[in-house]
């Protein structure tokens, strides 16, 4: 999975505490989570442990929640994880999202990966599960920029994966670049041209 950080809101390195780790499907992009286990490692383990899964692959062609027999994996995913979370990538409709709406707004941990710089998809899903109502966090991944982050966070975003090298000292800089905003959401009480 490569050299990753997890850091919150404020910039603070928590990878030390990270526990999640993501389920190794064909598809699992790098960063999703700081490790990854198979679901045969999972079932084996003693100790029930924080797992991440993609969505993608709990939904049926509907963009609904599947049944039957995968119905039945994400029954068995539950009783053998601590925590359950899940990734969304950008192959996911953001139109699918409102009908799970029950179902995300029970994971502890929703994961957005960002596959490319100029993909903005992953500010409007972050957007729009708090939208929905979603209380808990929203990880970014993937390939979105330090200059970016101030925006992922007003948009949703509670957490981010880095890689080693954008991890540096004065990432915390990014955390806090927005000083103010145009529309008075989250960074300023009042639109900037109507500062004194």
């Known amino acids: 999975m490569g050299n990753h950080h997890v850091l ?3 910039g603070a390195d928590i ?38 899964v993609p969505l993608a692959d709990l939904l049926n062609a509907d963009g609904k929640l599947a049944n039957g027999l995968l119905e039945q994996v994400l029954d068995i995913l539950k009783q053998h994880s601590s925590r359950l979370g899940v990734w969304i990538t950008s192959n996911t409709d953001a139109d699918d999202l ?21 993909d903005g998809r992953g500010f409007s899903f972050a957007q729009t599960l708090r939208q929905l109502g979603y209380e808990g966090d929203i990880r970014m991944a993937g390939a979105f920029g330090r200059d970016q982050i101030a925006y992922l966070l007003r948009a949703g975003a509670t957490s981010f994966v880095l890689n080693e090298h954008d991890a540096k000292s004065d990432i915390s800089q990014a955390f806090t670049a927005l000083a103010s905003s145009y529309d008075g959401r989250d960074a300023s009480a009042l639109p900037m041209f109507s500062k004194n």
């Not at 409102?98 to 029970?106: A, H, Q, R, S």
């Open 8 to 10: 919150d809101s404020h």
């Open 15 to 52: 990878s030390g505490e990270d526990t999640w780790q993501a389920l190794a499907t064909a598809q699992l992009p790098d960063g999703i989570a700081l490790s990854n286990l198979t679901l045969l490692e999972l079932l084996h383990k003693q100790e029930k442990v924080d797992v991440l």
């Open 98 to 118: 409102p009908d799970v709406k029950d179902f995300l707004l029970t994971q502890d941990l929703i994961v957005i990966h960002v596959p490319s710089f100029v």
